[in-house]
């Protein structure tokens, strides 16, 4: 693959670390951008806050003043929120959406004059549920439902000006996301309490077993070397890429009953 210039944002851990780290070894110009800067790397670490519009003006304009251009952006930051829909407050519902979406909708329109210049690529990672709704991962689910719906219309906006852009679906990877998780707390006599308390066991259990997030990097890499490169592409245990399947074909009451049981509610 022709070295790039990559900016990727959320590489202070989990996916965000791993492509970053795999693109670098692979010879790429490669600036991680995160909250706070970090050391110790073989790429370029910034600061860039995808929740705050200046920061990320300013951070994009420095990575393009720096190395001439973008070739591509790879959009990883973001968190979760868990908890009941009801008992989730409007002030975290609102948090979770302006990381997860917004932030990605700030750094992507910030480096796209630069992309278009270049025939680049945006690279939005999503997760099977951005496909799948998960219970008591409600917020964190509509995040990322509007980053497939909002990446889709992009695509076929960019298009002719040669900007490729691809959905990269991440199941249960092992990355320290739901311990990192924001929770809500209900107390023990909530009507919700005890199937939130088991969802959750069951979504730690299931990262904690995931393949190792290199699998992610690898794929990254495939999109970014391919001349036509897939509007969407899912990767994990095939179980799980599986249930994407199954959504499409199952009548939904079977498709609930099953999906259900696998996620302990």
């Excluded at 719906?149 to 990355?175: D, I, M, Q, S």
Aim: charged share 20%; net charge neutral.
């Amino acid at each position: 693959m022709k070295p790039k210039v990559i900016l990727i944002t959320g590489a202070s851990s989990g996916i965000g670390l791993a492509c970053a780290d795999h693109l670098s070894a692979q010879h790429h110009t490669v600036i991680g951008a995160s909250r706070r800067t970090s050391t110790g790397h073989a790429w370029t670490s910034i600061e860039m806050d995808v929740n705050d519009d200046d920061s990320v003006t300013t951070g994009v304009n420095h990575v393009i003043s720096e190395f001439g251009g973008l070739n591509a952006i790879v959009t990883c930051a973001g968190w979760g929120l868990a908890g009941a829909i009801e008992q989730t407050s409007i002030t975290d519902a609102k948090a979770q959406m302006e990381t997860n979406f917004f932030g990605t909708v700030r750094a992507v329109v910030a480096a796209l004059p630069s992309l278009r210049e270049r025939n680049g690529n945006v690279i939005v990672m999503s997760s099977i549920g951005g496909a799948i709704g998960i219970p008591f991962q409600g917020y964190y689910s509509a995040s990322k439902f509007a980053l497939e719906g909002w990446a889709e219309a992009l695509g076929w906006e960019v298009k002719p000006h040669g900007v490729k852009v691809t959905l990269v679906e991440p199941g249960n990877f092992r990355t320290g996301f739901t311990q990192s998780c924001h929770t809500v707390i209900v107390n023990p006599n909530d009507p919700y309490a005890t199937a939130q308390s088991k969802a959750i066991e069951v979504m730690e259990r299931d990262e904690l077993a995931g393949a190792d997030p290199a699998a992610v990097a690898k794929l990254v890499a495939k999109v970014l070397d391919s001349s036509r490169p897939p509007r969407r592409r899912t990767v994990g245990p095939p179980v799980e890429r599986f249930g994407l399947i199954a959504k499409r074909l199952l009548p939904n009451r079977v498709f609930d009953a099953a999906s259900a049981s696998s996620l302990g509610v």
